[in-house]
Each structure stands twice: as C-alpha cells, then as structure tokens.
C-alpha cells in the first residue's frame, strides 16, 4: 500500500487537467495517493525521462499538456495501489514507483503511460487487455469523428476534414482488425522514438494532436488513420 502522501517536485509545466496555461516555476506539493490529472502528470514527468518518457512536447508546458489531455479519457479507478486495470489509479501506482526509485522506471514507465503496459498484441497491467480502447478515445478527441466532427470541421490544404474515423467504434474495428482488414500492428514499442505503421507510432500521434492547433493538427491526425502518412507510413520501430 502507498503510504507516502506528499513529494516535492520542481516542475516548469502547466498544472491541471484543463491545461490552463499557468506557467509555474516552483516547487509543487504531490499527494501521490490523490487520483488526480496534477499528480499523475507530475509523478511520470519526474520519474520517466529520457528514452523512458511517455509524454512529450516542444517544451515543458505543451508536455504537461500532452500528458493532461490524454489523463482526462482515464477511468478514476479506486485508489493508487490499483496494480490492474485500465485507470488513473493503476498508472498512479507505477508513476509514484518511478519518481520513488529511478532504476525502477524502465521497468514501470510502460505501465504508467498511455499504453498501460509494454505494447503487445495481449498487454496487461493498466491497459485493460487492450491499447486500442485508449487510443481510439484520445484519437476521436484530437481529431474529431464523421459523426461529430471538431468545432468548425477543420479542413486539410485539399479541403478535406481531418477526421480519420466515422466514430468510436470505427476506430476501434480498424484497430483491432474486426473490419476485415489487418489489425494495426502491435509488437512496436510505444515512445517519442516511435515510427512507421504500428498502434505505437499512432498513438503517440495522437498524444500530440491533442495538444496542436491547426495547421500542425493536419498532419497528427493524418498520421493515426488506418493508412497513415508521414511519419507512421512503412515499415515499423523501434
């Protein structure tokens, strides 16, 4: 059980769920057993750094924002000493491990990032037995849907919407390969490092169109559908 209630971390992100825009250069009080967006994103941003980071961005704030934006589509769960489950509480639990003890974090960022868990065709953990579920979530947020496009239904140069899914469960047939088509491939590893056509490469996409304005959000988006371009086009790695 988690027994420690409060860490000092120094962090120079915007704090929030809502990712106000707040800029804060202090040290900030961390009640690593409070299932909530601040905590979580202040825990992994310490404690997973460097090839073991989960969420990036230009600089800290649009990390942190990265990092709230996708934390809001988590369930609660009951507490931080979830060890399963696809919840807030479950990552808690893994963050708070990583921020604790640095040579635990390349055995528990996994866990406490998007994915839940190492990505697999079967993961476990905090991913619920299924990284698509998050994916489709955030990605239907960061780029809408043809059933309910973003406000304004922002266009492409060719006047294209930017949608890549009819909805939800479109999303999540393509992923899984439930239409009839091949299930995106899930034996990459998910990561900054992440690239070409794997659930990996799109789901880090997706945690950055979350955070992007347009034009940026055109090429995010065009990266997570089921044939992708740029970045997640060919061959898949890491």
Do not use: W
């Amino acid at each position: 059980m988690i027994m420690r209630t409060s860490a000092l971390f120094v962090l120079g992100a915007l704090v929030g769920c809502g990712g106000n825009g707040h800029a804060v250069d202090a040290a900030i009080p961390v009640d690593a057993a409070a299932l909530t967006c601040d905590n979580y994103c202040a825990l992994i941003q310490a404690g997973c750094t460097g090839p073991n980071a989960q969420y990036t961005g230009v600089d800290s704030a649009a990390t942190q924002q990265s990092c709230t934006q996708t934390c809001v589509l988590f369930a609660s769960g009951i507490s931080a000493d979830e060890t399963s489950g696809n919840t807030l509480g479950c990552r808690l639990h893994y963050a708070v491990e990583a921020s604790d003890m640095a040579a635990a974090a390349p055995a528990v960022c996994a866990q406490a990032g998007p994915v839940g868990d190492v990505m697999s065709p079967s993961p476990a953990v905090c991913s619920g037995n299924d990284a698509c579920t998050t994916f489709c979530a955030l990605e239907i947020k960061a780029c809408g849907s043809q059933d309910l496009p973003l406000p304004g239904d922002p266009t492409d140069e060719s006047n294209a919407s930017i949608f890549q899914y009819r909805n939800m469960a479109s999303c999540m047939s393509a992923c899984s390969g439930s239409d009839g088509k091949p299930a995106f491939d899930k034996d990459h590893a998910y990561g900054p490092a992440a690239r070409g056509d794997s659930l990996a490469c799109r789901l880090y996409q997706a945690t950055q169109a979350v955070i992007s304005v347009m034009p940026d959000a055109v090429m995010f988006c065009a990266d997570t559908s089921r044939t992708p371009t740029g970045r997640c086009a060919g061959p898949a790695t890491p």
